[in-house]
């Protein structure tokens, strides 16, 4: 269940701003801005802590070893007089500033980390929870893998940003600030020189950044493009192995994973070009430190060098340039982090804020039924509105009958019921369940009333309890046990090596098709609804194992609003109504024995499968070419069918 906080969050208003990173700090970020403020608080202290030592060791040389006097008058007077007590004191103070350093160090990594992995828990979650709400029309048009790429590796490329690229920014910042400040303090003169690579290094940065932030986003693209092939394959490892290709996927993912290397190695060719670059750009700005410096102390002063350089403030400003030098270099890379979380960020919100097209309104009213009866009124529906696959589909299913929806294949059987459930919304048309239309009522009571048995049964990766209890999580032992013997699977969950604790295998590998088909149907029992889909339920398996899910399923379908799609006639001989469905348009309807009588589309469909093909008119052997035909190019086309 979402709990109020996440959606407040995914309820926001989708992308206001030019740039997704405020969007992601200002609705994820806030909620942890403490973390963020502790966080960036501690690696103040820490850096400035970070900047003691070289001004200490400065101050003790002139100090110790040339006698000069403490160039703070304020202290002058509280500090030991003897070389000896003053070197206790510049020990200490060392040590405090290692310890103040080590200590707010860490508080910086625990507050930076928890900000960094509660912002990218959350945003996965999200994003996760608004893309699983979405129609199924959106996951026709994706792939897995592309979508497994935007929840993992670019929510992953946020965190390194939240967890690196803010604690390496705050740490630059402080760090650069803080030397240019006790530069220029000490010695305004040689910290014009120290300054001189930065408006450099601003240049280049600003240049690389343009460059390099479109060829990042593409790279994220080429790499979504071969997750998704990776992904593919894996799913379909037995066909392959089965058609022996592998030389053939081989190829072609050797073909996607040349265009993201491609794409890759143009983006890392100007970021390895931009960074030796900024170094030798810092090293020529400290090399011409150290000379203009160590010239002034030999020499004494020339030119706009003026005034004393005493030996003790040339060490600290060595030391403190050197420390200049390498943050400054490292500026480049919090850019680099900084272009791929904006580039992933993007990606993320342009999934977060996908539209539904099946839309329900917020005060919609939940579903309530009475005897569970479903109207089809003059229904059109195409998943490509230029070819629709329903053309004026009406028929009636009384409360409590059971339905049976047959035709040839693509005749649009398995589209009839994802309407009904609001997987789609019909183009023309409408849907009523006790004469109220889908529309106008909530989706979760919509489909929470319909209990759906696919051809295919899916089975998540788990125990086979866990799968009969999946839409009643709450379920007893006993209850899930009662399901599976109503479903005639209680046999062979005994015989498993673990009984109902056995896990299945991703998609229920280990069981067979007859074996997932019961556990599906199991599934439904004990989801208990008041309207039933068959889709193909039994086309998959030999004919003892349809013998004993058709047991199973006139037990559950008595007294229950039911729709059986099926290939296989014999499954709906005894339903209640027929309605056969050709080319998208209801041809004939009525009972089993009425549509024999009928001799037309449905007695024909008869003859073929009870193997009396011999007499079949030519008009139909003609129709049911032209249908293979019509199936075969839009199956080609990456087209839908049932």
């Not at 073909?255 to 960074?275: G, K, L, N, P």
């Not at 000379?291 to 102390?297: K, M, N, R, T």
């Not at 899930?480 to 295998?505: K, M, S």
């Not at 079949?616 to 070419?625: D, G, I, M």
Request: proline share 5%; glycine share 8%; hydrophobic share 45%.
């Amino acid at each position: 269940m979402v709990n109020e906080e996440t959606s407040e969050r995914a309820a926001l208003p989708p992308r206001d701003g030019p740039n997704p990173m405020w969007r992601l700090f200002r609705t994820y970020g806030r909620p942890h801005a403490r973390h963020l403020r502790v966080g960036l608080l501690a690696s103040l202290v820490a850096r400035l802590a970070d900047l003691v030592p070289p001004l200490l060791l400065g101050l003790a040389i002139d100090t110790l070893f040339f006698d000069r006097p403490v160039p703070f008058p304020v202290l002058a007077d509280r500090l030991p007089a003897s070389a000896v007590g003053l070197f206790g004191v510049v020990v200490g103070v060392l040590a405090a500033a290692f310890l103040v350093s080590s200590v707010f160090h860490l508080v910086r990594g625990r507050a930076l980390n928890r900000f960094a992995q509660r912002v990218q828990h959350e945003l996965r979650v999200d994003t996760y929870d608004r893309m699983q709400r979405l129609d199924t029309a959106f996951f026709d048009d994706k792939q897995t893998g592309e979508l497994m790429s935007v929840l993992s590796n670019d929510v992953n490329n946020l965190e390194q940003f939240l967890m690196g690229g803010i604690d390496a920014a705050s740490r630059l910042s402080v760090t650069v600030g803080g030397i240019l400040v006790f530069l220029f303090l000490m010695n305004a003169p040689l910290a014009v020189v120290a300054f001189l690579p930065v408006p450099l290094i601003a240049y280049f940065t600003y240049r690389y950044v343009g460059i390099y932030q479109p060829k990042y986003a593409e790279v994220r693209g080429r790499l979504a493009g071969l997750l998704a092939r990776l992904e593919n394959n894996l799913g379909g490892i037995r066909v392959i192995k089965s058609a022996t290709a592998e030389p053939f996927e081989r190829d072609r993912v050797e073909d996607a994973s040349a265009d993201y290397h491609d794409t890759y190695w143009d983006a890392i060719r100007v970021s390895t070009t931009f960074f030796p670059i900024l170094r030798v750009i810092n090293g020529v700005g400290f090399v011409l430190t150290f000379a203009v410096g160590g010239y002034w102390v030999f020499f004494g002063p020339f030119g706009p060098f003026q005034g004393t350089l005493t030996v003790g403030t040339f060490v600290a400003f060595v030391f403190l340039a050197q420390n200049l030098v390498w943050p400054m270099s490292e500026f480049g890379e919090v850019i680099n982090i900084y272009q791929r979380a904006k580039a992933s960020a993007a990606r993320v919100f342009d999934l977060a804020d996908e539209e539904p097209a099946v839309r329900e309104d917020e005060d919609a009213p939940a579903l309530r039924l009475v005897d569970g009866s479903v109207r089809y009124e003059g229904v059109t529906f195409g998943y490509d509105p230029d070819r629709p696959v329903l053309r004026d589909v009406s028929f009636e299913v009384p409360g409590g009958t059971t339905l049976g929806l047959v035709g040839p294949t693509g005749a649009g059987k398995s589209t009839v019921v994802e309407l009904l459930a609001r997987m789609y919304d019909p183009d023309e048309g409408r849907i009523t369940v006790d004469g109220r239309d889908v529309r106008e009522v909530s989706v979760a009571s919509l489909r929470g009333a319909i209990g759906y048995v696919s051809q295919d049964a899916f089975l998540f990766h788990g125990t086979v309890r866990e799968n009969i209890a999946y839409a009643r999580p709450e379920a007893t032992d006993a209850e899930v046990e009662a399901a599976a013997r109503r479903a005639h699977a209680d046999g062979f969950v005994a015989n498993l090596p673990e009984g109902y604790d056995t896990t299945v295998g991703e998609r229920g590998v280990r069981l067979s098709g007859g074996q997932r088909q019961r556990i599906s149907i199991a599934r439904a029992i004990l989801q208990d609804p008041e309207i039933l889909v068959f889709d193909e339920a039994t086309s998959a398996v030999d004919t003892e194992t349809e013998l004993l899910i058709q047991r199973s399923l006139a037990d559950l379908t008595a007294d229950r609003t039911t729709v059986v799609i099926a290939h296989r006639l014999s499954t709906v001989r005894g339903a209640d109504d027929i309605v056969v469905l050709e080319d998208g348009r209801v041809v004939e309807e009525g009972s089993h024995d009425e549509l024999i009588a009928r001799d037309g589309l449905y007695a024909n469909l008869w003859a073929v499968q009870a193997g009396a093909i011999e007499g079949l008119p030519e008009e139909f052997v003609r129709r049911a070419t032209e249908r293979a035909a019509v199936v075969e190019a839009r199956t080609d086309g990456g087209g839908q069918e049932d």
